[in-house]
């Protein structure tokens, strides 16, 4: 869809929110594949702005999980906070609202699908919440999320969300490094029927994880949330 004046005020009606600068709103959906083949036009990537609305994102859940479970110790927050900000979680939502439609997309990223794609629209989120910041300020950033976050919260408190730790782990370590973590088998006990296995995860040379189980499947999920409740203590990563 080219990003006319119809084609934003549709999309402002759709997410319920109307920019003062509309400039932010199509810099938002402007994908790096669009603004990589129509520099003549100046097209900017939305690259900047997914960058702070990560941070917004960040802030806001983390405020409101911090207030919602007081007595959560910071490994558990910080493991909530991961589910909720989580790639799946994100893209889940921008398919919810349709964002993928308003994409502004290179011809590569179009034949190939890039409306659908998990990762563009994950991050078209963010861009987006990163232009509701600076059109509107913190407060209507923090409504927005809390419109379309807070059933995932309670998701996740009640146990229906679908734990995908070692895919949670990666986007975490994604943040930091091109570097992926290493699964490791420590050891294994028990006869073929009944196998135990320990796991160890490994990141930058470090031993961030373990993790037990039937399967190395399962020992590796449980490797990989052992290591998501104490990433952030880890700051010399």
Known sequence: MNQNTKSLNMLEKQI????????????????????????HKK??????????????????ISEYIFKRYPNYPEGELAKTRAVVVSSLTLARISKRINLGQFLLLGKGEEMTGGRERDSILADVFEALLGGIYLDQGLEVAREFIHAHLIDEILSVERGEHIHD?????????????????????????????????????????????????????????????????????????
Do not use: C, W
């Not at 400039?23 to 603004?35: I, Q």
């Not at 097209?43 to 806001?60: I, S, Y």
């Not at 986007?171 to 290493?182: G, H, L």
């Open 16 to 39: 319920n929110v109307e920019f003062k600068n509309k400039a932010y709103l199509k810099k938002s959906m402007t994908h790096k594949s669009y603004a990589n083949e129509n520099r």
């Open 43 to 60: 097209a900017k990537p939305n690259e900047r702005l997914e960058f702070l609305g990560d941070a917004v994102l960040n802030l806001v």
């Open 165 to 237: 730790y070692k895919t949670l782990l990666q986007e975490e370590i994604q943040k930091r490094s091109n570097t992926r973590p290493i699964y490791q088998v420590a050891s294994e006990e028990g006869p073929d029927h009944n196998k135990q296995f320990d796991i160890e995860v490994e990141f930058s040379g470090k031993i961030i994880g373990k993790g037990t189980g039937k399967s190395k499947k399962d020992a590796q999920q449980k490797a990989a949330e052992d290591a998501l409740q104490r990433f952030e203590r880890m700051t010399d990563l």
